[in-house]
T-cell receptor, first 113, second 112 residues
Framework: GQQLNQSPQSMFIQEGEDVSMNCTSSSIFNTWLWYKQDPGEGPVLLIALYKAGELTSNGRLTAQFGITRKDSFLNISASIPSDVGIYFC?????????????FGKGTKLTVNP | NAGVTQTPKFQVLKTGQSMTLQCAQDMNHEYMSWYRQDPGMGLRLIHY???????DQGEVPNGYNVSRSTTEDFPLRLLSAAPSQTSVYFCASSYSSVSRGYFGPGTRLTVT
């Protein structure tokens, strides 16, 4: 099946630093999504990307849909302690008449105050 | 508007027992799906539904059954629980595709 390779697995940064994480795949996706999961909670959608080359921002978060449709990155600027959590990329592609969502394995972010 | 709700929040089962994880949404979403989350594995799709009366298998469907008799509810059944099914289970729903999913708070299941 389709797989997403998400990196890095974990990051330890100081408050105020910028963060960058990415996802790659050997398959083409129609949609790229970035989720954040806080401990004990379900994932929450941060940014959705629908077109190749699309660059979208949500506050301090910026994400891009790669031109080849096989990759995406998420940047967080000026990190703060509440950015701590696990960030997941996800991609969708048509399968059997509907779209299935495939998740990367996540990037665990720790922010030291 | 409660969004996506899941019950129970925690459950311990013995091997061979059966149970149903409940999922409900009040957003009139057509698409609903079940994922399991294991350490280091991300979220894996178990089953999904594109509307009432229609279900299909995801990546890891073995050992699980689903049905969708109403738009609002999408229960996940474990017929004979196994330790390998120890996991956190998330239900999600969306309007027109799983790409705009809203996730429930999860059910943490332990099978001993």
């Amino acid at each position: 099946g389709q797989q997403l390779n998400q990196s890095p697995q974990s990051m330890f940064i100081q408050e105020g630093e910028d963060v960058s994480m990415n996802c790659t795949s050997s398959s083409i996706f129609n949609t790229w999504l970035w989720y954040k999961q806080d401990p004990g909670e379900g994932p929450v959608l941060l940014i959705a990307l629908y077109k190749a080359g699309e660059l979208t921002s949500n506050g301090r978060l910026t994400a891009q849909f790669g031109i080849t449709r096989k990759d995406s990155f998420l940047n967080i600027s000026a990190s703060i302690p509440s950015d701590v959590g696990i960030y997941f990329c996800a991609g969708t592609s048509p399968q059997g008449g509907s779209e299935k969502l495939v998740f990367g394995k996540g990037t665990k972010l720790t922010v030291n105050p | 508007n409660a969004g996506v709700t899941q019950t129970p929040k925690f459950q311990v089962l013995k091997t061979g027992q059966s149970m149903t994880l409940q999922c409900a949404q009040d957003m009139n979403h057509e698409y609903m799906s079940w994922y399991r989350q294991d350490p280091g594995m991300g979220l894996r799709l178990i089953h999904y539904s594109v509307g009432a009366g229609i279900t299909d298998q995801g990546e890891v469907p073995n050992g699980y059954n689903v049905s969708r008799s109403t738009t609002e509810d999408f229960p996940l059944r474990l017929l004979s629980a196994a330790p390998s099914q120890t996991s956190v289970y998330f239900c999600a729903s969306s309007y027109s595709s799983v790409s705009r999913g809203y996730f429930g708070p999860g059910t943490r299941l332990t099978v001993t």
